[in-house]
T-cell receptor, first 116, second 110 residues
Framework: GAVVSQHPSWVICKSGTSVKIECRSL??????MFWYRQFPKQSLMLMAT?????????EQGVEKDKFLINHASLTLSTLTVTSAHPEDSSFYIC????????????FGPGTRLLVL | QKEVEQNSGPLSVPEGAIASLNCTYS??????FFWYRQYSGKSPELIMF????GDKEDGRFTAQLNKASQYVSLLIRDSQPSDSATYLC??????????FGTGTRLTIIP
């Protein structure tokens, strides 16, 4: 149980384009999902917290107009990187809290983004 | 600022020995502590969580929590080459957000 999927697993795009990443909880309902970014040899940095049916809460320094988050249902959250630039190239990972266990976060497999 | 600190390593341990990973945190009021394992190029996977002082055992893994000293550790018994990974300590600082340490890279030497 507590499986989280992400799609796509990797994406290469041109600078200036937008990229949408999906995060789904497959066997549980997730009232809260989190989006992280991880640069090489660094730890995970929380970008935003996403609650179903409400606006996401962004961490300091994360541009909400650039990283659009939508949490439209209890099993799906999306992150859209708008007008992507090479410095946005990173490993994006979502996680979800199960409605059965509010303490533990389960991570998706991650999406590797490369902006050319 | 809430912080979680780990020795970045690398930590090299012979196969079959005990690997000991340590983590300290800054907020004395923290209640929830997690250990994640991350293989290169992959996302973290949960190994253990611990909420109470003392030891918690799960198979070859033992988490130890000492709230008075503000540290949490992970012991891996009978280390296997497949245990080679980066181990991330994470703490919830009371606001439901996980704060991660920078991770300790563990290498098990056959």
């Amino acid at each position: 149980g507590a499986v989280v999927s992400q799609h796509p697993s990797w994406v290469i795009c041109k600078s200036g384009t937008s990229v949408k990443i999906e995060c789904r909880s497959l066997d549980f309902q997730a009232t809260t999902m989190f989006w992280y970014r991880q640069f090489p040899k660094q730890s995970l940095m929380l970008m935003a917290t996403s609650n179903e049916g409400s606006k996401a809460t962004y961490e300091q320094g994360v541009e909400k107009d650039k990283f659009l988050i939508n949490h439209a249902s209890l099993t799906l959250s999306t992150l859209t990187v708008t007008s992507a630039h090479p410095e946005d190239s990173s490993f994006y990972i979502c996680s979800a809290k199960s409605d059965r266990d509010q303490e533990t976060q389960y991570f998706g497999p991650g999406t590797r983004l490369l902006v050319l | 600022q809430k912080e979680v600190e780990q020795n970045s390593g690398p930590l090299s341990v012979p196969e079959g020995a005990i690997a000991s990973l340590n983590c300290t945190y800054s907020d004395r009021g923290s209640q929830s502590f997690f250990w994640y394992r991350q293989y290169s190029g992959k996302s973290p996977e949960l190994i253990m969580f611990i909420y109470s002082n003392g030891d918690k055992e799960d198979g070859r893994f033992t988490a130890q929590l000492n709230k008075a000293s503000q540290y949490v550790s992970l012991l891996i018994r009978d280390s296997q080459p497949s245990d080679s990974a980066t181990y991330l300590c994470a703490v919830i600082f009371g606001n439901e957000k996980l704060t991660f340490g920078t991770g300790t890279r563990l290498t098990i030497i056959p």
